[in-house]
Structures are given as C-alpha cells and as structure tokens.
C-alpha cells in the first residue's frame, strides 16, 4: 500500500500509508527562552515630565516650580500618580545618573489588603507574558525634603523609618523600612535650612508571572506616626525610588491553540483593564489624528501549517479483478479551497474569503464580525455596520505594520484551485487533504490621546489593545496531499451490494411509479430473484 503526495511547491516527502499514520502526540507545555532580555518600563527613570526650576540654590524647589506628577504611573485617568518627581541635582534627588526621581505617596487601604482607591504608583510590563521570569530592580531612599518636620521636644518624630512595599498583581512582593532621613544644615541669604541627604538603596526581586502584562506598584503600608498617634506623617517625609527596570527570560511561545481558539484580546486604558475588551480597537477606529499604531511581537508570532483536512468528494474503487493494472480508476478531479483570517477580539471569520471586496451571500450579522480592511461593496447589497467599519480602519494599522516587519502584504483570504490526475486502485479509496500554510501575529494597538513633546505638561492618554491575527500565509505555500488507502470493511460492504433499480414489469404496458404502492420488499438485491406480488393490472389481451 502507498500514499502519493501532491506538493504545491514541488517538494517531495516521504509518507506513510494512510494506516499507519501515528496519532498526533500532546502538545510539549512552553519552556522558558534561554537568554534573558530587557523589558521596557514606561517612564522607568521618571524622566517624563521633567520638572522645571529657577532658583540658583541648589537644594531650593526639589520638586520644580510646582508639584508634577510622573506619567504613566497611575490609574486609567491622565494625572492620577500617586506621587512627585524630585527634580534632579546633588542636593535634590542626588543621584549620581543625575535623573529624577518620585516621591511614594501610594497608600494602602485600612485593612492593608489592597492599593488605595486613587492613590496608586504603578506601572506594567508590557508584553511579559504569564510564565515569564521576570526580574525586577529599583532604588530607593528616605526624604531628602526640608519641609519634613523636626521633631519637637515630646513628640513622636516624623522623621522616622517608614515601610515601603513593591507588590505584584496586588500581592506583597518585597517590603522593608525605609532608614529615617538624614539633613544637614545649610545657610543662605543668612537663612538656615535642613538638606536632606539622599541614601540610595538599590532592590533586585525575582518572580514568575501569574499574568500577562503583571502589574508593578509601589506603596506606603503604614504612614502612622505611632502607634498610638495615627495621625499621618506629612508627605514632605515619604521615601523616594528610582531607576525602575526589569528582564525577563520569556516563556516560550504556545502553539496549541487552534486558529478558532486564540487567547483572548485584552484592552487596557492606562494601566487599568478597560470596560471593554476591544475598546482601544474602537477608539484606533474612529481615531483621525493619526495617534493609533500597531506593534507587531516577533517573539510571539510565527508561521504554521494547520491540520491536514479532506477537500472534496472521495473515490472508492470497487473493482475486485486480479489484474491490478486493468483493475485501477483513472480521474481528472478539481478541486477547491479557501482561507480566511481570524481575530481573537471577535474570534470569527473575515469574510474577506470570497474575493477582494465581495460579500455576495452573506448577511448583516456575518459582516458586523468582519475586521478586515474592506467594507461591503455597494453590488453587495448590505448596508455597512458601524463597528465593522470601524474595526476595518485600525485593521488598517495592523497591515501596514506587518507589511513592514515582513516585506510581505498581510492576506485576509485566498482562494486555491487545483486540477489533479487521480489514480484509485483496486479495493481503494482516493481522496484529497490541504494542509494550509497559515501566519499568526502577536502585536498590539496604541492609541495616545495626543501628540506628545518632552516640553508638555499634559499626561496622554494611552490606550493599548493587545490581539492576535491568524491568516493565511503570502511567504509559505500550501501542502495538498493526494492520498489513498484500503476501503474499510464498512465500505467493502456497500462494494458487494447490487445498484439499485427501480422496478420495470416484464411485459407491457408500462406501469408508471405509484408512491402509494405498499410493496416494500427490495426486489433489486440479486439478478433473477422472483418478483414479489404487487398491486400491477393485468396485461390487456
């Protein structure tokens, strides 16, 4: 028994026949990449914005003219930090990068169990990915604010130790006392002033993300005076960080899923999950600024070839002669197939399968689940859908940036046609399988809410929607495979039964078919079998 392969590229392979073909084995879990790599930290060095001061003297006006806040460091609203950059210098943040940093005003609820509302110093690791080893560093140092009261005989000082926390995904990762702040006393223009002096301290904490895209925030537990006194210690006291990085050792990419069954999309205002899980692909839609971009993750995407499926009828030879030769079938077979993309925000087909442009035959319904860059054309007949439209428009985005990482145009669909000799022997079946070559892209939207200059004060807002296309491929060719195998004993069965006839009276006249005939019997079944009683005239003489 053979198997012949029909390639569309022409590559021989060596097959096994259609019985002895192995199951397929279960998918190998995702191990973790060798080699570690950075991972961008928005702001990380909270040098946006940069602060801006007119005093000469050196420890005057450590947060600028005015209080700024950093960006990109607190909820899903622009302005929401829960903290103060520290402008840079000897005497301010003194760091010897000579970069800014922030003081932590982040707070915990009464509990301690969870961020206070709207007071959150956060960020994410974009991209990491759930499994990934993740390695993250900071520094950090008491106050160096003036403005951080002297303890008066008799009271509970403010300048004291206060704890820090770094939590991941809400969960304690790392907490320590920050020391108490240092000041000396400096005179200018005949007026004393306390100078905080900075004591960086630098943290590197391991850990295995939970989820993808983890959450890093930074938080004060505890910002009583005493214990017995409650009252808060001023703000002016709260410790500072800096510098904050991170590498990974990413988790290998999951090739298991099925173009049907991508990870969900997941859409992000801020750093805070979005009401919707497409909304930054609609706000990418209906944006006309030119602020939305894609970004394509080469890591996690790659080209594939689906699972072999039947297209077409199947042949069935059921000649049982000795000559082999004479014994074989000879067809000419064409054979048809198509490709469509998919997208885990909707996680339906295009219906850009049919040819560029066309939807005749399909419905409202079908097309207000289509993301491709076409609307329905007007011999269609189907009136435009609005989400369509505008998921059609950041589609847009996302082509062009595959075109430019690839030098290859993204495919929505593509039609294939084949013409095929086939040559069934005896006591076989003949069939054909595709095995389509297919692309999946990892990437994301990004839509700011305004051009940006390093010199602005305003925070943007950033809407991130991260998804994954699935489609077929322009840089790989189809595998179509012309096979055939012995018929199963089921079939062997159908092959030993006579072709079923109607009955024909042996004389005339002919009697024309009555449905209501209540003769059942199969009088076909073998040649010469007596033909049962039936309610037919007699013959005129």
């Known amino acids: 028994m053979s198997r012949r ?12 026949p259609a019985t002895a073909v192995a199951a397929t084995a279960e998918p190998t879990p995702p ?21 801006k001061r007119t005093s000469t003297t050196s420890w005057e006006q450590i947060y600028g003219s005015t209080e700024t806040k950093p960006w990109y460091w607190g ?39 969870d961020l206070e509302k709207d007071k959150h110093l956060k960020t994410r690791l974009w991209d990491v990915r759930k499994g990934s080893r993740v390695t993250v560093r900071f520094d950090y140092s008491p106050t160096i604010d003036g403005a951080c009261p002297a303890t008066p005989a008799g009271q509970d000082p403010q300048r004291k130790k206060l704890r820090l ?58 910002v009583r005076i005493s214990e017995k006194n409650t009252t808060a210690v001023g703000v002016a006291c709260h410790p500072m960080i800096a510098a904050v990085s991170a590498r990974q050792r990413p988790i290998q990419v999951d090739k298991s899923r099925r173009k049907t069954e991508l990870p969900p999309a997941k859409s992000f205002q801020g750093n805070d999950p979005s009401a919707s899980a497409v909304e930054a692909l609609e706000k990418c839609g209906a944006d006309t600024g030119g602020n939305c971009k894609f970004t394509l993750n080469q890591r996690y995407s790659y080209g594939y070839y689906d699972r072999p499926r039947p297209v077409g009828e199947v042949y069935e030879n059921c000649t049982f002669g000795e000559n082999s030769a004479s014994a074989a079938l000879r067809d000419k077979r064409k054979v048809v197939y198509r490709e469509r993309s998919f997208d ?10 049919l040819d560029s442009g066309s939807h005749a035959g399909l419905t409202g319904d079908d097309l207000s689940h289509d993301v491709s860059h076409a609307a329905p054309s007007k011999e269609s007949g189907v009136t435009a859908d609005t989400n369509q439209a505008t998921a059609g428009k950041a589609a847009v985005h996302f082509a062009a940036a595959y075109e430019k990482v690839r030098d290859q145009p993204w495919q929505w669909s593509r039609a294939a046609e084949r013409e095929i000799d086939v040559v069934t022997p005896k006591n076989h079946a ?12 990892d990437g994301h939207y990004t839509v700011t809410s305004k051009a940006t200059t390093s010199a602005s004060t305003e925070e943007p ?21 012309q096979r055939h195998g012995t018929l199963s004993p089921t079939e062997i069965e159908r092959c030993k039964t006579h072709r079923p006839l109607p009955y024909t009276p042996a004389e005339e006249p002919v009697v024309p078919y009555d449905p ?7 009088e076909s079944l073998t040649p010469g079998t007596a033909v049962g009683n039936r309610n037919v005239p007699p013959a005129k003489k």
């Open 5 to 16: 392969v029909l390639l569309a590229v022409g590559v021989v392979m060596a097959c096994l």
């Open 31 to 51: 191990q973790l990449e060798e080699k570690e790599v950075p991972v961008p930290v928005v702001n990380g060095s909270f040098s946006q914005p940069q602060v």
């Open 75 to 113: 909820a899903s609203e622009a302005n929401t930090a829960a903290g103060v950059i520290v402008a840079a210098g000897a005497d301010r943040a003194g760091r010897s990068d000579n970069k800014q940093a922030v003081r932590v005003d982040a707070l915990l609820t009464a509990d301690g169990t």
């Open 165 to 222: 926390q770094m939590r991941i995904d809400r969960k304690v990762a790392w907490d320590k006392p920050v020391d108490e702040p240092a000041y000396v006393a400096k005179e200018a223009a005949g007026k004393k002033t306390d100078v905080g002096r900075a004591n960086w301290q630098t943290v590197t904490h391991v850990f295995t993300a939970e989820n993808d895209h983890p959450e890093v925030a930074f938080a004060l537990p505890d």
């Open 344 to 353: 885990s925000a909707t996680q339906a087909a295009n219906t850009q399968f």
């Open 430 to 441: 003949s069939w054909v399988e595709v095995s389509a070559a297919r692309e999946r892209v």
């Open 461 to 481: 807002v950033v809407h991130r929607q991260f998804i994954t296309y699935d489609g077929p491929s322009r840089i790989t060719s189809d595998r179509v495979f």
């Open 516 to 522: 209501k005939d209540t003769d059942v019997e199969d």
